[in-house]
C-alpha cells in the first residue's frame, strides 16, 4: 500500500472514473480545491452527494478523505470551532477504525481535532495538543506530505502557549528532515514560519521569507491559488504596516470585502488595520467598528471562543480610541460571557477587565433633552449611531416616566445596537425590558428580529414558546422566519399555513409561504398563495402611510407570474401580466415569443454558476441557447421559467457605451419548463477555415443539430507531419435532438468533414453509433488531443 495521498488519489479517480461514477471522480479532485479556496457554496453543493456515493458503495477510506477536506474548510476558511467538534471527534474516531487506519488521508484527521481545539481555546488546549500531534509526527516519516502540516499544527501549539522562539526552532528542524527525506517545504509551511517571525517581531525576515518562498513555488510551477495570494498579500501588509511603511501596506492589503467574504483572513487584516489607525493611514470609524462586531458575533455563534475573544480585544480597543462608550461596554460584556467557554484565562481576563474598566471610565454625555423627548430629538438631529446608542443608554438607565416610554427607547436603542453589529447585545437588552412590559408587541417583534441577526436558535425557541399561550400567530411567526433564515422551506411554509388558519387575513405571512412553497418547487401552492394574496389584500386608495405592506406590489404580480407560467396556467400569466401592462403577442394559448437575449443562471454539478445565454419568450420563460455538458441539467432548447427578480443591477447611465450595449438581464433559474431533448456529444481538432466552418454550422443547424463553440483562439492544436506545426483547434459541442440517431449524426459528420485538411475527432458520438474508433483514436494521438 502506497502512503502517498495523492497517488492514491489518482489511483482512486481513475477506478471510479472507469466504474461509472463519475460525479464521485469528479468530487475527489474538487472538494480540495473548493476547501482550500474557500469556495464554501461549491463545497456545500458537492459534498452531500459525494459522501452519500462513498457510503452506498462500500468505500470508508474515500469517506474520511472527503469529510477531512470538507473540516478543513469549515475549521481554516470558516473559521468554526465548537460547533464541529462532536462530528471532528467522530471523524478521528472513523478514520482509526480498522477499515480506515490504513487510509493515507487518517493522520491528516489529527490535523482536523488540534485544529477544531485550537479555535474552541488555542491556549487552553495546548498540551492536547502537543501530545496527539507530537505522538503522530513521531510515527510518520518526514517524507509524508502530513508531515508538513502536522509539523505546522505542532508550532502553532507552541506560539498559543506563548513560546514563539520554541515554535521556529521546531519548524526549522521540521523543514530539515523533510529536505533531508528529499520532500520539498510547501508555501504554506513558509507562510507559517514567516507568522512565527511576525510574533517574535521579525518583520524584515518576514518580507525575506514570503518573497523566497513566492520565487521558489514559481520555479517549481506551482502556481498560486487566490487562497494564497490573498493570506500572502495580508501578511506582507501586516509586515510592512508593523515596520511603519504604510503606504507599501495600504497598497498590499486586501479590501474589506474580501475579508468579509474569507473570515479567514480577518484576525491579520484586523491587527493590520490597527496598525494603520495607529500611524494615521486609516480612519477608526463606526462603520469600521460595526463590521468589527459582527465578526465577533460570528465567531461567537461558530463556538471559536479564543479567535473570538482576541478580535473583540481589537475591536474595545478601537472603540475606546473612538470614544465610543456603550459600544467598548458591549464588547466588555461580550469578552465577559466568553471567558466562561475558556479553559484558560490568564492574561485575556485582565485584558476583557481593563476594556471594561476603561470603558467606564469614559465620559457619560449629559442628554440634550428630556429622555422621553430623545427619541425626537435623534432623528431630527441625524446624531451618528455610536452617539445615539451612549445617550440612548444613558436616557434608559435614568428614565422615570411611564412604561411606553421606557420601552420605546429600549426598542430604539436595540436597533441601534443591532446597526452596529451587536444583534447578541440588542436580544439581551430586549429580554431584560420584556420581563418588565411583557405585553409590548413592539418588543417582541424587534426581539425576534434581534434573535434571526444574531443566529440565537434558543432565544427563538424561548420567545416562540413566551408567545404561543397569548399569541399563538406570532409565536408561529418568529419561528418560520427562523426557518427561512435557515433555509427549512418545508418548516417556513408549515409554520405559516399554521398562521393563516388563525388569521387569514395576514399578506406577509403569504408572501412568505409563497416564497418558501417555490423554493420547495411547489407552484402550485405558490400560485394558489399569490392569488389568496390579491384576494385579501387592501386596494391602496384605503391603505394608510403604515399599511403599504397589506396592499398588492408590483413584485407580487411577477412572483404570481412567475408560479402560473411555471403551472402552465397561461390565462393568469396574460391577466396578470395585462395588470402590470404587458402586451402580449397573442390574446391566449402558452406564451412563446421572441423577446430579447437574457442571461439565466443556473449551478452547475459542482456548485459553480453558470449564465448561460438565452432568449426570453415571454415574462418568465426563456430558451437556452448553448448547447451544454453533463455538469448541467439544461441543454440547448430547453425552455425554462426564471425567477423575476435581476441578479445583477444594469450599467450606469454614464457607463462606456460598449458596456451598456454587452449588458444583458440576468436572472436565475427556477424550473425546466419544457425540455427539448437534445443530447451532447463533442467535436475536437484543428479548425478548418472561416468558411468552411461555417459551412459545416450551417449544415448542422439545417439538418435540425445545434452547435456551439467552447474554445477561442487560444486553443491550439500540433502536427508533427508539418514543420509549421501549430494550428488553430476547435472544441465544440454538438446537440442531437431526440428525432436523430447516433449513427445518423456519424455518417453526417463524415460527409461534412470528409473535404477538410485536418480530420477532427467525436469519440464519444461514434462509440455511440458502434462505429470503428481506430479513426478518431488516431487522430487524439496525431494531435496530441
Known amino acids: 500500500m502506497t502512503t502517498d495521498i495523492w497517488a492514491w488519489v489518482r489511483d482512486t479517480h481513475q477506478q471510479l472514473h472507469a466504474a461509472g461514477h463519475r460525479r464521485l471522480a469528479d468530487a475527489m479532485y474538487e472538494l480540495p480545491e473548493h476547501a482550500t479556496e474557500g469556495r464554501n457554496e461549491q463545497?456545500?453543493?458537492?459534498?452531500?452527494?459525494?459522501?452519500?456515493?462513498?457510503?452506498?458503495?462500500?468505500?470508508?477510506?474515500?469517506?474520511?478523505?472527503?469529510?477531512?477536506?470538507?473540516?478543513?474548510?469549515?475549521?481554516?476558511?470558516?473559521?468554526?470551532?465548537?460547533?464541529?467538534l462532536p462530528e471532528v471527534v467522530d471523524l478521528l474516531d472513523f478514520a482509526h477504525r480498522e477499515e480506515t487506519a490504513g487510509c493515507p488521508q487518517s493522520v491528516c484527521v489529527v490535523q482536523d481535532f488540534a485544529i477544531c481545539h485550537a479555535r474552541v481555546d488555542g491556549p487552553g488546549y495546548v498540551r492536547e495538543r502537543l501530545d496527539v500531534v507530537g505522538e503522530t509526527l513521531d510515527r510518520i516519516e518526514p517524507g509524508r506530505a502530513c508531515f508538513d502540516c502536522l509539523s505546522r499544527e505542532y508550532a502553532d501549539a507552541l506560539e498559543d502557549d506563548g513560546r514563539p522562539a520554541d515554535a521556529l526552532a521546531h519548524l526549522d528542524t521540521a523543514a530539515a528532515r523533510m529536505r533531508n527525506a528529499g520532500q520539498q517545504v510547501s508555501l504554506r509551511f513558509h507562510r507559517a514560519r514567516a507568522g512565527t517571525l511576525h510574533l517574535l517581531g521579525r518583520h524584515e525576515e518576514v518580507l525575506a521569507l514570503l518573497d523566497t518562498a513566492d520565487r521558489a513555488a514559481r520555479a517549481r510551477g506551482e502556481e498560486l491559488d487566490e487562497s494564497d495570494r490573498r493570506s500572502g498579500a495580508v501578511q506582507r501588509a501586516r509586515a510592512l504596516a508593523s515596520l511603519g511603511r504604510t503606504e507599501e501596506a495600504l497598497a498590499l492589503l486586501p479590501e474589506r470585502a474580501e475579508a468579509e467574504r474569507h473570515a479567514d483572513l480577518r484576525q491579520s487584516w484586523t491587527e493590520t488595520v490597527e496598525l494603520l489607525i495607529a500611524a494615521g493611514a486609516w480612519e477608526n470609524d463606526a462603520e469600521l467598528g460595526a463590521v468589527l462586531a459582527g465578526w465577533v458575533g460570528y465567531l461567537d455563534g461558530t463556538g471559536s471562543h479564543r479567535p473570538c475573544v482576541d478580535l473583540l480585544l481589537a475591536a474595545g480597543r478601537l472603540a475606546l480610541a473612538r470614544g465610543a462608550r456603550t459600544v467598548a461596554l458591549t464588547l466588555a460584556a461580550t469578552g465577559e460571557r466568553k471567558l466562561a467557554q475558556l479553559r484558560r484565562t490568564a492574561g485575556v481576563a485582565e485584558q476583557v477587565a481593563a476594556l471594561r474598566a476603561a470603558a467606564e471610565a469614559l465620559p457619560v454625555p449629559e442628554l440634550p433633552v428630556p429622555p422621553g423627548e430623545l427619541t425626537?430629538?435623534?432623528?431630527?438631529?441625524?446624531?451618528?449611531?455610536?452617539?445615539?446608542?451612549?445617550?440612548?443608554?444613558?436616557?434608559?438607565?435614568?428614565?422615570?416616566?411611564?412604561?411606553?416610554?421606557?420601552?420605546?427607547?429600549?426598542?430604539?436603542?436595540?436597533?441601534?445596537?443591532?446597526?452596529?453589529?451587536?444583534?447578541?447585545?440588542?436580544?439581551?437588552?430586549?429580554?431584560?425590558?420584556?420581563?418588565?412590559?411583557?405585553?409590548?408587541?413592539?418588543?417582541?417583534?424587534?426581539?425576534?428580529?434581534?434573535?434571526?441577526?444574531?443566529?440565537?436558535?434558543?432565544?427563538?425557541?424561548?420567545?416562540?414558546?413566551?408567545?404561543?399561550?397569548?399569541?399563538?400567530?406570532?409565536?408561529?411567526?418568529?419561528?418560520?422566519?427562523?426557518?427561512?433564515?435557515?433555509?427549512?422551506?418545508?418548516?417556513?411554509?408549515?409554520?405559516?399555513?399554521?398562521?393563516?388558519?388563525?388569521?387569514?387575513?395576514?399578506?406577509?405571512?403569504?408572501?412568505?409561504?409563497?416564497?418558501?412553497?417555490?423554493?420547495?418547487?411547489?407552484?402550485?401552492?405558490?400560485?394558489?398563495?399569490?392569488?389568496?394574496?390579491?384576494?385579501?389584500?387592501?386596494?391602496?386608495?384605503?391603505?394608510?402611510?403604515?399599511?403599504?405592506?397589506?396592499?398588492?406590489?408590483?413584485?407580487?404580480?411577477?412572483?404570481?407570474?412567475?408560479?402560473?407560467?411555471?403551472?402552465?396556467?397561461?390565462?393568469?400569466?396574460?391577466?396578470?401580466?395585462?395588470?402590470?401592462?404587458?402586451?402580449?403577442?397573442?390574446?391566449?394559448?402558452?406564451?412563446?415569443?421572441?423577446?430579447?437575449?437574457?442571461?439565466?443562471?443556473?449551478?452547475?454539478?459542482?456548485?459553480?454558476?453558470?449564465?448561460?445565454?438565452?432568449?426570453?419568450?415571454?415574462?418568465?420563460?426563456?430558451?437556452?441557447?448553448?448547447?451544454?455538458?453533463?455538469?448541467?441539467?439544461?441543454?440547448?432548447?430547453?425552455?425554462?421559467?426564471?425567477?423575476?427578480?435581476?441578479?445583477?443591477?444594469?450599467?450606469?447611465?454614464?457607463?462606456?457605451?460598449?458596456?451598456?450595449?454587452?449588458?444583458?438581464?440576468?436572472?436565475?433559474?427556477?424550473?425546466?419548463?419544457?425540455?427539448?431533448?437534445?443530447?451532447?456529444?463533442?467535436?475536437?481538432?484543428?479548425?478548418?477555415?472561416?468558411?468552411?466552418?461555417?459551412?459545416?454550422?450551417?449544415?448542422?443547424?439545417?439538418?435540425?443539430?445545434?452547435?456551439?463553440?467552447?474554445?477561442?483562439?487560444?486553443?491550439?492544436?500540433?502536427?508533427?507531419?508539418?514543420?509549421?506545426?501549430?494550428?488553430?483547434?476547435?472544441?465544440?459541442?454538438?446537440?442531437?435532438?431526440?428525432?436523430?440517431?447516433?449513427?445518423?449524426?456519424?455518417?453526417?459528420?463524415?460527409?461534412?468533414?470528409?473535404?477538410?485538411?485536418?480530420?477532427?475527432?467525436?469519440?464519444?458520438?461514434?462509440?455511440?453509433?458502434?462505429?470503428?474508433?481506430?479513426?478518431?483514436?488516431?487522430?487524439?494521438?496525431?494531435?496530441?488531443?
Request: charged letters at 25%.
Open 43 to 84: 463545497l456545500d453543493a458537492v459534498y452531500p452527494e459525494a459522501v452519500a456515493s462513498a457510503r452506498a458503495l462500500g468505500l470508508p477510506w474515500v469517506e474520511v478523505y472527503l469529510r477531512h477536506w470538507r473540516m478543513q474548510n469549515l475549521l481554516n476558511k470558516r473559521q468554526q470551532g465548537e460547533s464541529v
Open 376 to 785: 425626537a430629538h435623534l432623528a431630527e438631529a441625524r446624531v451618528p449611531f455610536e452617539t445615539g446608542a451612549d445617550l440612548l443608554s444613558v436616557a434608559l438607565d435614568r428614565y422615570r416616566g411611564e412604561q411606553a416610554g421606557a420601552t420605546d427607547l429600549a426598542v430604539l436603542l436595540a436597533n441601534v445596537l443591532g446597526g452596529l453589529g451587536h444583534a447578541r447585545a440588542a436580544a439581551e437588552l430586549l429580554w431584560q425590558r420584556l420581563d418588565a412590559d411583557p405585553g409590548s408587541e413592539q418588543l417582541t417583534g424587534t426581539l425576534g428580529q434581534a434573535l434571526i441577526e444574531a443566529r440565537d436558535a434558543e432565544g427563538v425557541r424561548r420567545l416562540a414558546d413566551r408567545l404561543a399561550a397569548t399569541s399563538p400567530a406570532d409565536g408561529h411567526w418568529i419561528r418560520a422566519r427562523w426557518a427561512a433564515a435557515e433555509e427549512r422551506w418545508a418548516e417556513v411554509l408549515e409554520q405559516c399555513e399554521a398562521i393563516l388558519a388563525l388569521e387569514a387575513s395576514r399578506i406577509n405571512t403569504r408572501r412568505l409561504a409563497a416564497a418558501a412553497a417555490t423554493e420547495l418547487g411547489d407552484h402550485a401552492t405558490a400560485q394558489r398563495l399569490y392569488q389568496e394574496l390579491l384576494e385579501h389584500a387592501l386596494p391602496a386608495e384605503e391603505a394608510g402611510e403604515d399599511e403599504l405592506h397589506r396592499t398588492v406590489q408590483e413584485p407580487d404580480l411577477w412572483h404570481l407570474i412567475t408560479a402560473a407560467t411555471a403551472n402552465r396556467d397561461w390565462a393568469v400569466v396574460r391577466s396578470t401580466g395585462a395588470r402590470i401592462g404587458i402586451e402580449f403577442d397573442e390574446p391566449d394559448g402558452p406564451v412563446d415569443e421572441e423577446w430579447q437575449l437574457i442571461n439565466v443562471r443556473a449551478t452547475r454539478a459542482n456548485g459553480t454558476r453558470a449564465d448561460l445565454p438565452a432568449v426570453r419568450t415571454g415574462p418568465a420563460t426563456a430558451r437556452i441557447l448553448p448547447v451544454l455538458g453533463a455538469d448541467l441539467t439544461l441543454n440547448h432548447g430547453d425552455v425554462v421559467v426564471f425567477a423575476p427578480a435581476l441578479l445583477e443591477r444594469p450599467p450606469a447611465e454614464d457607463a462606456a457605451e460598449e458596456e451598456r450595449e454587452e449588458w444583458r438581464p440576468t436572472f436565475g433559474l427556477l424550473t425546466l419548463l419544457d425540455p427539448a431533448g437534445y443530447t451532447t456529444y463533442w467535436i475536437d481538432g484543428v479548425r478548418p477555415g472561416d468558411e468552411a466552418w461555417a459551412a459545416f454550422r450551417d449544415a448542422l443547424r439545417a439538418a435540425g443539430y445545434a452547435v456551439w463553440v467552447y474554445s477561442g483562439e487560444q486553443y491550439r492544436l500540433s502536427d508533427p507531419e508539418r514543420e509549421d506545426g501549430d494550428l488553430p483547434g476547435v472544441y465544440a459541442a454538438l446537440g442531437l435532438p431526440p428525432t436523430a440517431s447516433a449513427e445518423r449524426a456519424d455518417a453526417l459528420l463524415h460527409d461534412l468533414t470528409a473535404g477538410w485538411e485536418h480530420p477532427v475527432t467525436w469519440l464519444d458520438l461514434a462509440d455511440a453509433a458502434g462505429a470503428d474508433l481506430r479513426r478518431h483514436t488516431e487522430i487524439i494521438e496525431r494531435y496530441d488531443i
